[in-house]
């Protein structure tokens, strides 16, 4: 891998928009096109582009399998749990009127905070299932390419 | 407006012609990384026409989800399986009639459906209509489709989330959590 530097170069300019660009999905969600589940894609993508150029054990040194199996289980917490905390102030299991004292800022905050959850999860899954694939495959070698 | 029309009507036929050619491509290719990378590029055309159509958010997972992720993990399959397709043991005979009955009962029930893109579809007066009035003023999101997804549609929203976290679940239980087990293969080929 270490000959490959193009890749390896273009690789390191495009992951930090991709981030960017995954964290603007996210909380854009509600002006654009997007939201969670699109953001999530996009910001593992950034992880997968990293590891693809220069292999799981690379990736897995950033992110440890365990962290990302913890987060595919919050992200799906964070979600649910908005809808216990708006049934405990009163409204209907993700009714979100109650989150705030006007209901067109509940209904945003609400939104923004499911939202997250989604992206939370489908980030870490997406991860999740790349590296359970790829570390079953020898790396790479350089007459493969 | 009618030139626009036009125009958008050439795309349409022009995305359609290359989608019905990819998959007759794909379905002749016997080399597996061919039929992968066709597959990605027969989802970005299906994002692209989804753009014709207005359905940004859906284009947008199309070209991510199915162009991006799905291709990088088929590929990682191919790694762990083969590359080329087996020659079929039987003959082709039975599929095709299945095939042409099957596509000749679909081709005789798109007689009732509304012509492509119509706007006075049930679709689009039922439930939308109620949607796009209530959703500025209930909740105050522009983007009316994430305004669906997450509020009016939340219930629907969080099962797509459990059905994720669930995919994970069965990923890690097929092919084992971490990359645990082929480092141990290794030290043990070291030793």
Known sequence: ?145 | MSANLVGIAIIDILLFTFLVVTAIVILRLRNLFGVVMLAGVFSLLSAALFVTLDAVDVAFTEAAVGAGISTVLMLGTLALTVREEKKPSHSAFLPLLVCTIAGAALLYGTRDMPSFGAPDTPVQTHVAPDYIARTPVETGVPNIVTAVLASYRGYDTLGETAVIFTAAIAVLLLLGASGKRREDKDSEGKE
């Open chain 1, 1 to 145: 891998m270490e000959h490959h530097s193009i890749l390896r170069v273009i690789s390191k300019l495009l992951i930090p928009p991709i981030i960017l660009y995954a964290l603007y999905v996210q909380w854009h969600g509600d002006y654009g096109p997007g939201g969670g589940f699109q953001a999530g894609v996009v910001f593992a993508v950034a992880f997968i582009l990293y590891s693809l150029v220069y292999g799981v054990d690379a990736l897995t040194r950033i992110v440890s399998p365990r962290l990302l199996h913890a987060f595919a289980g919050i992200g799906v917490l964070i979600y649910a749990g908005t809808g216990v905390v708006t049934m405990l102030l009163g409204d209907a299991f993700l009714g979100y009127n109650a989150l705030a004292h006007d209901p067109v800022h509940a209904q945003e905050w609400g939104i923004i905070v499911v939202e997250f959850g989604v992206g939370v999860t489908v980030a870490s899954v997406m991860m999740t299932i790349f590296i359970a694939f790829a570390s079953h495959n020898p790396p790479l070698k350089d007459e493969d390419w």
